[in-house]
């Protein structure tokens, strides 16, 4: 799963304050927790010094009757029930093996230890130190025992209890806390990082913008640009914005000039073609005049003259397709009037009937199922599509000439012209030898034309600018041509859009 830079950004910032809240919540607490035990164990020590005043105090005096050991004492030890003792200290007088040990209960009384309790309480070294030791059913004390007069041992202790739940509330309190404020954290996270992100999220969707702008071809003009708010350079997110400024600048610079050199070139061509049909009808005129001339003229000169006129033909073709082809580039208005495809492609089926006799010519027609004939295109229904009248005739004069001429005799070729929806569709197909496969994917680039096509004999006018042109006229009326080609069938297909 990928993560937003937001959604990264926020659970960073939750993330780092938990952890901190938790160092905080738990160096608090322990800090508590030594603050108390440090306390108490001073009232401990405090105790036991009271506890060997109290005995030492008392020299002289026989040392009081202890119980034996193991064994219940009725009594405590002196330093009990004494002004100071803390409800829940143990205390404790040891003596040749003998002890004293009893504690304060709850209501102030001084009360007996068992022998568990009295046994682990003299378990206690007497270093002086202060120990825990879990004394049964009294729970976890703080104990200490020093070495008294006559090598008697006093032990005084009190209870963990109360320090611990102290500590325990303390820890739930700060826990809550800190909860609290992860959550509280986490929304105002969200939504600051969001704020902060917005201008990110501006200048990304003016890229967006540009990016979805056509710019592989004619002018392009790039108004879209990063607002000036989102692109001060003091800020990250603002170097962006004027990074993205900057680029989109320069390319609208470079797609300038590459257009205006594209213009260049087209113009250049459009002049060439233009300047070259002059100079090229004076040729056919001439040569014409020249073989019509009454002297009798040898062979070879005579020969060299159809050369010099076919090639002349073939040359005005080529220099009027290209003239074509400029000004289709050039995106020059082809005029939009009413035209029938129905009527166009009689008259070509009838042209291609005229000029390849030895192919096998067929015509379907909307409301007209059978195999139709020219004479029968009366009954059928219009199709008609907003363009120019010659350059789609051109159209199919070019698909037509192409089934003629790259195919065999005897070649059964099929023009339809029908609606679907609210497209005309001329599909012209033939069961020839279909289209070279390395011609298929390049088949409407300019002079793309078969090895046959360009060796075929002198008088052939194959320039391979035909499905070009056808392919830049449909372009022009702002619809699609489709080729299917395999051996036996080739089809191509043309979609206009249909007039209402
Ligand atoms: N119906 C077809 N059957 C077989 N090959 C075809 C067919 N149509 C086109 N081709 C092949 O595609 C090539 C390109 O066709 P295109 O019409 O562009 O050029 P051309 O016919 O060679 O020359 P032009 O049409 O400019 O006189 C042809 O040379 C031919 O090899
Ligand atoms: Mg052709």
Redo the contacts with the bound molecule.
Sequence with gaps: MTWTLRRRLVVTVVGLLTVVAAVIGVVSALSLHANLQSQLDQRVRDANGRASRAFDGSAGAPLPAPSPLPGDGASGPPALGRPGSEVGTVSALVHDGLALAGYVDSQGDQEALTAQQKAALLAVPADGTVHTVQLPGLGEYRVSAVVARDGATLVSGLPTAADRSTVEAFALRELLVALAGVVIAALAASWLVGRELRPLVRVAATATRVAQQPLSKGEVVIADRVEDRDTDPRTEVGQVGAAVNLMLGHVEHALAERHESEQQVRQFVADASHELRTPLASIRGYAELVRRSPDELPPEARHALDRVESETVRMTTLVSDMLLLARLDAGRPLTAAPVDLVGLAVDAVADAHAAGPDHVWHLELPGNQATGTPEGAEEVDAVEVLGDDDRLRQVLA?LL???R???PAGTVVTVSVRREADQAVLVVH?D?????EP?RSR?FQRF???D??RNRSAGS????????IVHAVVGAHHGTIDVASEPGS?TLTVRLPAAD
């Design positions: 070019n000439s192409n089934a001429l790259h195919t033939d020839g030898p279909g289209i070279p011609l088949l793309t034309r078969g046959a096509s006018t194959s320039t391979g600018l035909g499905m070009a080739t």
